[in-house]
């Protein structure tokens, strides 16, 4: 495994301002809804990467005509879905395993959807993916009534799948989880009837906006309960889709570490569902400023403007997590910084994402010198501490956030930090390292 040095990077203010690439949440479900519209819908900043790329890749599998127009952030989706009551044909049955990657979204929103169509289809992905929980999504979806088979009886992938016949179920779900929500409100959509989903707490709320934007019948009955009727023609969607904000926040934060930066992140998600982290860091008092400047599909999205700044600690309890899910080993990094100890609670979900973000974070902290306690479901840090140069390349995990998360750590520990597979990065921001070199006024 080949380890990225950022040494030349290291120390130098990030200025200017950057485009962020598409958002990842919003790309995955652009291209699900799009796949099940009667008609053609154009998808305009659709997210770079591997993970968006599996979801295009198994929906050709299921015969839906996915074109790349231009460029490939640009693609034609030409629907087929028999269940949704429209003119369109339903998905083919896969001849091949659909093979999900590292995307847990892709498998989890795609269980939900084939949950609801008449064929066989099997899922599996990477090793990490099939490490995952599944059971929080294959419990609920056989309740609908789909037959579903998978490893410790539905647990983890692979698993295999036959759909159709649904019927409408309330669902309660044990942890605020957008890919569970979207799996079952997607499901819900071929049930005749209303299904509903109740959460411990608000998870993003793409899938409700983007199904509302193509015609579903979609309602908010609280911030935390959402229900769908079904059957529900949908029409295609003309998306441009905003910025990530998840991978805006590893600019940030490089912003926010390297004295004398300044950057503008421009057209980025700015739904509220995503943006805990830069409230967080806002309250902390760092200097970061988002401004809303449109709306698309039912989206706020705009600039985030951040600068070089001193700031307090970054306590995050239960119900601050939803909002800032992806972005906490990037506060665990940003806590070493801050001026006092960060608690980090309520974040027990972490264990179980691409890789166990808890202890990759605490692990990768303290080989950069910091004093870190991890807890069942969270983390403290001591700051403000000065980071060192650890003697091993610090570790991904084969998780794209953990790399990124160092990549940034490089940038301000000393001369001499490499990070170990950092390859993985591709899975949501293959741009990274380039954007970053930009703003530092490199060549990438
Ligand atoms: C996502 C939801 C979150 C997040 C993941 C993407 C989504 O996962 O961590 O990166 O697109 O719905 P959970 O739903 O498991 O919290």
């Known amino acids: 495994m080949t380890a990225v040095d950022l040494g030349r990077l290291r120390g130098r203010p990030l200025r200017g301002e950057i485009e962020l690439p598409g958002d990842k949440s919003m790309s995955h479900r652009a291209l699900i809804i799009a796949s099940l519209a009667d008609g053609r819908s154009r998808l305009r900043r659709l997210a770079p990467g591997r993970d968006v790329a599996s979801t295009a890749k198994c929906l050709r599998q299921l015969g839906v005509s996915v074109l790349s127009r231009g ?5 034609i989706v030409t629907g087929r879905s028999s269940a949704s009551g429209g003119a369109a044909p ?24 084939l949950a609801g169509q ?4 099997v899922l599996t992905g ?9 059971k929080r999504i294959t419990a609920p979806l056989r309740q609908m009534g789909a037959r579903i088979l998978g490893r410790d009886d539905g647990a983890q992938a692979p698993l295999a799948v036959e759909g159709g016949n649904l019927r409408p179920a309330a669902h309660r779900t044990e942890a605020a989880s957008a890919q569970v ?4 409100l997607l499901a819900g959509l071929f049930a005749p009837g209303t299904s509903s989903v109740t959460e411990p707490g608000q998870s993003r709320d793409h899938t409700e906006r983007m199904l509302a934007a193509a015609g579903a019948s979609v309602r908010r009955v609280s911030p935390v309960e959402t229900e769908i009727s079904g ?11 905003p910025g990530d904000p998840s991978s805006a926040a590893f600019l940030a934060a490089a912003a926010l570490l390297v004295p004398g930066s300044s950057v503008t992140l421009r057209r980025v998600s700015l739904n509220p569902t995503r943006t805990g982290l830069f409230r967080l860091l806002a309250r902390a008092g760092a200097r970061v400023e988002l401004r809303v400047a449109g709306e698309e599909a039912g989206e706020p999205w705009g600039d985030i403007l951040v600068r070089h700044s001193e700031f307090g600690p970054l306590d995050v309890v239960a119900s601050d997590v939803p909002a800032l899910v992806d972005e906490i080993p990037l506060i665990g990094l940003l806590a070493t910084r801050a001026g006092g100890r960060t608690t980090i609670s309520g974040a027990a979900e972490l264990r179980v994402k691409e890789s ?12 950069l010198g910091a004093t870190v306690e991890e807890s069942p479901d969270g983390l403290a840090v001591e700051g403000p501490v000065e980071l060192a140069v650890p003697p091993e390349p610090l570790k991904s995990h084969g998780d794209h956030r953990m790399a990124m998360t160092w990549a940034v750590a490089s940038l301000v520990a000393g001369d001499g930090v490499k990070v170990a ?5 591709d899975v949501s921001y293959p741009g990274f390292l380039g954007d970053l070199a930009t703003l530092a006024g490199c060549r990438p």
Do not use: H, Q, W
Request: net charge neutral.
């Open 356 to 367: 166990d973000r808890l202890a990759a974070t605490a692990e990768g902290l303290r080989a």
């Open 126 to 134: 990477d090793g990490s993916l099939r490490r995952r929980p599944m």
């Open 231 to 241: 059957p529900a023609a949908l029409k295609p969607l003309d998306l441009m889709i």
């Open 90 to 113: 339903g998905y083919l049955e896969p001849a091949g395993v659909l093979d999900c990657g590292n995307s847990g979204t892709t498998m989890r929103l795609l269980l939900g959807v």
């Open 71 to 75: 460029s490939p952030a640009e693609v």
């Open 181 to 184: 929500k979207s799996s079952l």
């Open 421 to 425: 597979g950092s390859g993985a990065m």
């Open 118 to 121: 008449d064929l066989f289809a």
